[in-house]
């Protein structure tokens, strides 16, 4: 009788925990499809580890991958409480505050920068350069929000205050104007190249226009009310003893040499002296880039909050480098059907606004074989997915 009771009290909890507490206690299976795929990876010291989430925009994780080590030397596996370095994927966050700013009637993509930064308004395109010369001409047009948030203003990849005094040692008003002469590279609009430059001054428009630092509005517009506990700037002492560390093969290519993150200034925790990289500065999980890979899935709308019209997740999703043609839109990559952003180290989310897929993969690599990792990952994901539609 006494275990019947105890029986019956335990269906009773699992009645009343709801479907949510059911559901997180069933893990999701790994992908042996995946698995198969990135093993050779493993095996070559290319990928010391990584993490591949594979999941649906209702939030069902479909199947979830974990191999490798986040530390070598310690070995210890690879887990979803690691924290990751996501570089590049930062720049999502720029394009969609800048698309809430859009929404709220404060600024339109075309506008030009030197609305909001008049400071600029000296730019000049280089017309003929060689050693003994440079040839300047004035803009044929404005360089727009639209130019810098796609990469196709003619500004180089990174300002030159960035290049002598580190990515993060200035505040973002310095970095924006530090290239108030330019020159620029070419016409805005007429060619693209990938960079950080423009992205740290659409950061600084989102300062000028919100009246906040870009920290506090991502903090106050994303990160707090998306649940994003662990994405920052500024990982503090007990992130940094779950960073995952970052690895490529040996000399001899028979183990793993570890690397570091070059791009920041150490200690990462320290706030009087770094400053916000827009552009890739960010630090996060697993848990934190999912949620915002639902918010993508779910058209600017989750858990019943909307934070992007559809009007503006239309523009994020859609290619915007003009006559270049680039598969490019405002912070978001877009590649076989699907947008979101990967980061130098590998990380990555890819979104296919279709199918509701939402893949998700974590991984440190310094070898550079972290891009056809990546792709192939993503490859087997969409093909697992598909094969778990009903």
């Known amino acids: 009788m006494k275990n019947r009771n105890i029986l019956t009290l335990f269906c009773l909890a699992l009645v009343f925990a709801g479907p949510a507490r059911v559901a997180a206690a069933a893990e999701a299976p790994a992908s042996p499809a995946v698995t198969a795929a990135l093993q050779p990876y493993l095996d070559s010291y290319k990928l010391a580890g990584y993490i591949g989430i594979i ?6 994780i479909h199947h979830r991958n974990r191999l490798g080590y986040a530390d070598v030397e310690g070995q210890q596996p690879i887990s979803e409480e690691n ?3 996501i570089a590049s994927m930062s720049k999502m966050f720029v394009g969609a505050s800048i698309m809430m700013l859009v929404d709220e009637s404060k600024i339109s993509l075309d506008d030009p920068v030197t609305k909001f930064l008049p400071q600029l308004n000296q730019w000049m395109v280089i017309e003929e350069k060689d050693a003994a010369h440079v040839l300047l001409k004035p803009l044929a047009r404005p360089v727009t929000i639209r130019h810098i948030l796609s990469h196709t203003s003619g500004l180089t990849g990174s300002s030159e205050v960035q290049r002598l005094t580190g990515a993060d040692s200035t505040p973002l008003r310095v970095r924006a104007l530090s290239s108030v002469t330019g020159p620029l590279q070419w016409q805005p609009g007429e060619k693209y190249q990938y960079g950080n430059q423009g992205m740290n001054i659409a950061a600084r428009i989102v300062e000028l226009l919100s009246g ?7 903090q106050k517009r994303f990160f707090d009310p998306l649940g994003m506990t662990e994405t920052t700037f500024w990982p503090g002492e007990a992130q940094i003893a779950r960073l995952a560390g970052a690895y490529g093969p040996n000399q001899d290519k028979n183990g793993y040499a570890r690397g570091g993150i070059g791009f920041l200034t150490k200690p990462y925790s320290d706030r009087v002296h770094r400053f916000p990289e827009a552009a890739g500065g960010l630090f996060s999980t697993t848990h934190d880039i999912l949620r915002y890979g639902l918010l993508l899935a779910n058209d600017g709308e989750l858990d019943g909050k909307r934070y992007l019209s559809h009007a503006a997740m239309e523009e994020l999703r859609k290619e915007q480098t003009g006559t270049t043609r680039v598969n490019y839109s ?11 952003h990967d980061g130098a180290y590998g990380t990555d989310l890819s979104v296919n606004p279709a199918t509701g897929m939402v893949a998700i993969f974590m991984v440190q690599c310094t070898s550079g074989d972290q891009w056809a990792a990546r792709d192939l990952f993503l490859k087997t994901a969409t093909q697992v997915f598909k094969n778990d539609a009903p």
């Open 330 to 340: 405002l912070g978001y990559h877009l590649r076989n059907g699907m947008f979101g």
């Open 83 to 85: 924290v990751f370095w």
């Open 55 to 60: 999941a649906d925009k209702t939030g069902r």
């Open 212 to 218: 906040q630092s870009y920290e506090d509005f991502l």
